[in-house]
């Protein structure tokens, strides 16, 4: 199956910084989605980006395809903002509609 | 966005017991729901794929007779772990895709503590 890696595993920001998180996979994908996990455990919808440039307040993402890789942006990080930030993503083709998910990135933003 | 509710929340049960988990589309419906297993500190693990009307789809190493998946309506997917270890404790999460963007949608998830 397809295989997503994110880095860094660990990131410790002070407030006010800007952070780039990255997610590469080992396929062609048809669904690359961010997730921030919130302290309850629930899952939170940043972007569905499986090519291309969004952007939604202080955070963007933008994924290359056709290098296998998409980068999340966090900018004037917040202590809100800590947590763990998952990519996932889905293989191109055929009829499986399963999301295979990296190992996460932790934030930790301080004060 | 789409909504997916679970519920419980959290469920402490004794060793031996069955809990069922509930998970529901609110504002679509969802022919297809997958159900996730979380450890502290680790990623997400995919457990099986419900499909509405027909039996799920088990990942390789999660037992079918353990976690019992019943799809009945196209709103409902309910995951029961039928006699709770110790070990079955985990974070449960459903989730769906709307079908129209090929987005997926988490539901709130659901603690599981057996005693």
């Known amino acids: 199956g397809i295989q997503v890696e994110q880095s860094p595993p660990d990131l410790i920001l002070q407030e006010g910084a800007n952070s780039t998180l990255r997610c590469n996979f080992s396929?062609?994908?048809?669904?690359l989605q961010w997730f921030h996990q919130n302290p309850w455990g629930q899952l939170i919808n940043l972007f569905y980006?499986?090519?291309g440039t969004k952007q939604n307040g202080r955070l963007s993402a933008t994924t290359v395809a056709t290098e296998r890789y998409s980068l999340l942006y966090i900018s004037s990080s917040q202590t809100t903002d800590s947590g763990v930030y998952f990519c996932?993503?889905?293989?191109?083709?055929?009829?499986?509609?399963?999301?295979?998910f990296g190992k996460g990135t932790l934030l930790t933003v301080n004060p | 966005g789409a909504v997916v509710s679970q519920h419980p929340s959290w469920v402490i049960c004794k060793s031996g017991t069955s809990v069922k988990i509930e998970c529901r589309s609110l504002?679509?419906?969802?022919?297809?729901m997958f159900w996730y297993r979380q450890f502290p500190k680790q990623s997400l693990m995919l457990m099986a794929t419900?499909?509405?009307?027909?039996?799920?789809?088990?990942e390789q190493g999660v037992e079918k007779d353990k976690f019992l998946i019943n799809h009945a309506s196209l709103t409902l997917s309910t995951l029961t772990v039928t006699s709770a270890h110790p070990e079955d404790s985990s974070f449960y999460i459903c989730?769906?895709?709307?079908?129209?963007?090929?987005?997926?949608?988490f539901g709130e998830g659901s603690r599981l503590t057996v005693l």
């Open positions: 989730s769906a895709y709307t079908g129209d963007t090929g987005e997926l949608f």
């Open positions: 396929d062609s994908v048809n669904n």
């Open positions: 996932a993503s889905r293989i191109s083709g055929g009829s499986n509609y399963k999301l295979t």
């Open positions: 980006i499986p090519s």
């Open positions: 419900s499909n509405e009307g027909s039996k799920a789809t088990y």
């Open positions: 504002d679509f419906q969802a022919t297809t």
